[in-house]
């Protein structure tokens, strides 16, 4: 039982390329995340969605685009990096009506942007 | 808007000893939870311990407690008997009843030194 899988953990990409993190979940959740850590910032939530087909905004969704095709992958999608999303970004799932439920967070991509 | 203040960035104890992490809120809700988050050097995140609004008692989970003070807006982790493997950052996170978004903290960097 794998969990929250994330891919790639690694990354380096020139300034303007594109990329797409895949987050895979086989615990059946309903709610997946994406969250970006950077140092003294803590987890700052990007996009996150309800369900499949759905996608919500969260706190820091510029530069970012989403996609809940099916309900255990979730796409984290840069169109043209810029330095500024160097970071860390994070998955996490949980299950609906499960509110006192933590959240189960994958491994992590670490993405540097020259 | 929600908020989490992590107020201590770094925090040192001896092994065996008994360390306190603080974290306080701002919500004018009265219903929510709140957490604690281990992140070691693996970038793993993993949910220490959890707390309901309504619930009155403090949790605890083997060696962490908390101290949950809802008029003060306030809830520590406390960690007894510190291991080596205690090393690692550690986010207090709230998420209001009924809503999609986690919100955490900035973190608190504990060592441990045998």
């Known amino acids: 039982n794998a969990g929250v899988t994330q891919t790639p953990k690694f990354r380096v990409l020139k300034t303007g390329q594109s990329m797409t993190l895949l987050c895979a979940q086989d615990?059946?959740?309903?709610?997946m995340y994406w969250y970006r850590q950077d140092p003294g910032m803590g987890l700052r939530l990007i996009h996150y969605?309800?369900?499949?087909?759905?996608?919500a905004k969260g706190e820091v969704p510029d530069g970012y685009n989403v996609s809940r095709l099916k309900k255990q992958n979730f796409l984290l999608g840069l169109e043209s990096a810029a330095p500024s999303q160097t970071s860390v970004y994070f998955c996490a799932t949980r299950p609906q009506d499960r509110g006192y439920y933590g959240y189960t967070f994958g491994s992590g991509t670490r993405l540097t942007v020259v | 808007a929600q908020t989490v203040t992590q107020s201590q960035p770094e925090m040192s104890v001896q092994e065996a000893e008994t360390v306190t992490l603080s974290c306080t809120y701002d919500t004018s809700e009265s219903d929510y939870y709140l957490f604690w988050y281990k992140q070691p050097p693996s970038r793993q995140m993993i949910l220490v311990i959890r707390q309901e609004a309504y619930k009155q008692q403090n949790a605890t989970e083997n060696r962490f407690s908390v101290n949950f003070q809802k008029a003060a807006k306030s809830f520590s982790l406390k960690i007894s008997d510190s291991q080596l493997g205690d090393a690692a950052m550690y986010f207090c996170a709230y998420r209001r009843y009924n809503t999609d978004k986690l919100i955490f903290g900035t973190g608190t960097r504990l060592q441990v030194f045998p």
């Open positions: 969605s309800v369900g499949e087909g759905t996608t």
């Open positions: 615990m059946n959740h309903e709610y």
